[in-house]
Structure formats: C-alpha cells, structure tokens
C-alpha cells in the first residue's frame, strides 16, 4: 500500500467521501476503548472505527460520546439501519457525517492521537493522524 493523497495545507477539504451518501449504517460496534460504524453501499462495505470523544447532535440536543465510557455510546445505536444524507472531511481531520431524520456526527482530530480511521474494499485506508489531518492509502 502507499499513500496517496496527504494533507493539503492551502485547501480546507479533505479527500473526498461523498461515496459514502446514500451508504445504509448495518451495524453499530462497540469494542474495549473504540467504537465504529459499518456502511453499506454501492461501492463496497466501509468501516469506521474511532477511539476518541465525538459528538452527535439531533432534534436540538448534543450528546458527547465518548468509546471510552461504554454507556456514554448509547445514542450511536440510533443511527442503526439510517442511511448518510452528506459527508464533509475537512483538512485538519474534522469528519462530519449527517444522516436521515436530521442527525450529525463529528469527530475533531486530537493533537498527539488517531482518532479514527475508515477501511473498506480494495485496500482502501483513510485515517484521522495525530495532529496532522487525513491521510489516505490505497492498493496499487
């Protein structure tokens, strides 16, 4: 694998994902210290996985979700079976995502952590680096 596209300091976006809209969420994960999402689309199957503090805002309210406090990752589960109306990555790692009904998703990069990263098919890799913004790798 190689990197294929690192941050671009003069252009406020990331890669883009609009590959994801129209995706379905089949499952919501929780695992030790992370948490994550499975879309499926038709490009292929993603997985998102984060290990850090994000927010989910929908009908006026914000909840902080936090992977590391199990029952704080509660509300992740109505997001179950949602299809993503719209994604932004931006260039310092920001990963917002909105899906039906009018709920958001958004996850801040961290200075000195991965916070998340996106897998999916052909060897597609796309992660949040520590106070770096996105990088992304794919097969060639």
Not at 98 to 106: A, N, P, T, Y
Request: charged share 20%; with cysteine.
């Amino acid at each position: 694998m190689s990197v294929v596209r690192s941050p671009e300091r003069d252009s406020p976006l990331g890669p883009d994902l609009s590959f994801l809209n129209g995706a379905v969420i089949t499952q919501v994960f929780l695992h030790e210290h992370a948490a994550g999402l499975v879309f499926e689309s038709d490009q292929g199957v993603y997985e998102w996985y984060v290990e850090e503090p994000l927010l989910l805002r929908s009908g006026g309210s914000i909840s902080r979700l936090n992977p590391k406090v199990p029952i704080s990752m509660a509300p992740l589960l109505s997001l179950l079976r949602r299809t993503v109306d719209a994604t932004a990555l931006e260039n310092d790692g920001t990963l917002r995502l909105k899906v039906q009904r009018g709920i958001e998703l958004e996850c801040s990069p961290h200075p000195t952590h991965q916070v998340w990263q996106l897998t999916g098919p052909r060897g597609f890799l796309l992660v949040c680096m520590p106070g770096n913004g996105p990088a992304l790798w794919i097969e060639r």
